[in-house]
């Protein structure tokens, strides 16, 4: 039995399936919500995570101690699913910021009784290119040329990607708070 998380990461390097057993067991959950914000169903975020999973037991060697782990494996996942979203090449909606002037008016705060699953869906809804970049910038504190250069595309288009996709959810949030919609639907 392992006594402690280091241990299951050095054998984890040299291989040892029991080891990799353990930290799976102990981070799948929160590397699958990682996976989820970014995938438009749970398989996709499965396949996401097993890949992401994958890709750390690959890499683990280079982790070299230093920062929080748990940190590591999480931008770990992430660029599991920005790779995932490259590949099926989804972000066709490539528009100019210039051409929308219209600025949104206030933010909306999330109402207190939404449901974590309301939101999560709310996420799912959007289409795949805003919900990646609303992710990269929003929730992982990426900037727009980090998110350009990590998707391929320009600042731009980053920017409003971002904007449409705070559009969006501002929308669905005020649906939701004026009970329009009393649970978003994941379709």
């Not at 050095?10 to 799948?28: T, V």
């Not at 210039?98 to 799912?124: C, F, G």
């Not at 910038?137 to 391929?152: P, S, V």
């Amino acid at each position: 039995m392992y006594k402690n998380q280091e241990d299951i990461i050095r054998d984890c390097a040299k291989g040892k399936h029991k080891a990799q057993k353990m930290l799976y067991e102990k981070y799948y959950r929160k590397m699958l919500g990682i996976c989820q914000r970014y995938c438009s169903s749970n398989d996709e975020a499965e396949d996401v995570m097993l890949t992401g999973f994958m890709n750390i037991f690959t890499k683990i060697k280079t982790y070299r101690g230093s920062g929080s782990f748990e940190g590591w494996m999480k931008k770990t996942m992430v660029n599991a699913a920005v790779d995932n979203f490259r590949k099926q090449k989804k972000h066709k909606d490539i528009f100019n910021i210039a051409d929308y002037q219209e600025e949104l008016t206030s933010d909306i705060s999330v109402p207190h009784n939404i449901e974590k699953e309301d939101i999560l869906n709310m996420l799912r809804n959007l289409p795949p290119g805003y919900k990646i970049v609303f992710n990269l910038y929003a929730i992982e504190g990426y900037n727009h040329q980090e998110i350009a250069k990590m998707l391929g595309v320009s600042v731009n288009t980053s920017k409003t990607q971002l904007f449409k996709a705070r559009k969006i959810l501002k929308e669905l949030i005020i649906k939701w708070n004026n009970g329009v919609i009393a649970t978003v639907k994941n379709e």
